[in-house]
């Protein structure tokens, strides 16, 4: 049995601000840094050895992740292109209201069956599940030992649909908060989940980010 740790990023200004990044590259916001700071420690808790991390290439995944294997100095981090956010397409950059203003339409599919959205000139989240899906997979058949995979919202939420085989539109039934940690287990041909969305080692943080965006 190998152990996959799999992380949204830490906290931005965008999440904060209700502001779709998709593919914009954001930078963690201090929060967010204190947040993946945290992770690191409660990491050398959970696990035993050196991980491996795996990260988006994206700027929020990719600190993160740094942040945190500064707790394993003999670590290496690995850019994962698999695990990149979602293309949100015209919508990036753009925040939830004037989004919910601009695309009512799009905008109340993607809440109420969000298999069937596709972004303008953007992707869906089956494209998503394509590629997440096969680099979860080929990191769990292929590296050894402990695995820390650092991505965003909606992959962390997609893969765990994937492995609960619950079909894209239970998206919106699983929160991931920023810097939230779920445990998979492999098995050699399939996965479980032990851990979805711990945020305990964040319960001493000075701010929260509220909301699942």
């Given at each position: 049995?190998?152990?996959i740790?799999?992380?949204?990023?830490?906290?931005?200004?965008?999440?904060k601000?209700?502001?779709?990044r998709?593919l914009?590259?954001i930078?963690?916001?201090?929060?967010g840094?204190?947040?993946?700071?945290?992770?690191?420690?409660?990491?050398?808790?959970r696990l035993?050895?050196?991980?491996?991390?795996?990260s988006?290439?994206?700027?929020?995944?990719?600190?993160?992740?740094?942040?945190?294997?500064?707790?394993?100095?003999?670590?290496?981090?690995?850019?994962?292109?698999g695990?990149?956010?979602?293309?949100f397409?015209?919508?990036?950059?753009?925040s939830?209201?004037?989004?919910?203003r601009?695309?009512?339409?799009?905008y109340?599919q993607?809440?109420?069956?969000?298999?069937?959205?596709?972004?303008?000139?953007?992707?869906?989240?089956?494209?998503?599940?394509n590629?997440?899906?096969?680099?979860?997979?080929?990191?769990a058949e292929?590296?050894?030992?402990a695995?820390?995979?650092?991505?965003?919202?909606?992959?962390?939420?997609?893969l765990?649909?994937?492995?609960?085989?619950a079909?894209?539109?239970?998206?919106?039934?699983?929160?991931?908060?920023?810097?939230?940690?779920?445990?998979?287990?492999?098995?050699?041909s399939?996965?479980?989940?032990?851990?979805?969305?711990?945020?305990?080692h964040?319960?001493?943080?000075?701010?929260?980010d509220?909301a699942?965006f």
């Amino acid at each position: 049995m190998k152990k996959i740790f799999l992380i949204r990023h830490g906290q931005t200004a965008w999440n904060k601000e209700e502001v779709f990044r998709g593919l914009a590259d954001i930078p963690l916001d201090e929060v967010g840094r204190m947040q993946a700071r945290s992770l690191g420690a409660e990491l050398t808790g959970r696990l035993q050895g050196t991980p491996l991390f795996l990260s988006s290439p994206l700027q929020r995944a990719r600190e993160t992740a740094a942040i945190a294997a500064e707790h394993f100095p003999e670590s290496r981090l690995q850019v994962e292109e698999g695990f990149t956010d979602i293309n949100f397409g015209r919508w990036q950059g753009v925040s939830k209201a004037e989004v919910r203003r601009t695309y009512p339409e799009l905008y109340r599919q993607w809440l109420e069956n969000p298999a069937e959205a596709v972004f303008p000139e953007g992707e869906n989240l089956q494209a998503v599940e394509n590629r997440a899906g096969q680099a979860l997979r080929e990191a769990a058949e292929k590296k050894a030992g402990a695995i820390v995979i650092v991505s965003h919202r909606v992959v962390t939420k997609v893969l765990l649909c994937l492995v609960l085989q619950a079909g894209l539109n239970a998206f919106w039934k699983i929160k991931q908060d920023t810097a939230c940690l779920n445990i998979l287990e492999w098995y050699g041909s399939a996965f479980s989940i032990k851990t979805m969305n711990d945020t305990c080692h964040l319960k001493k943080m000075p701010q929260q980010d509220a909301a699942d965006f």
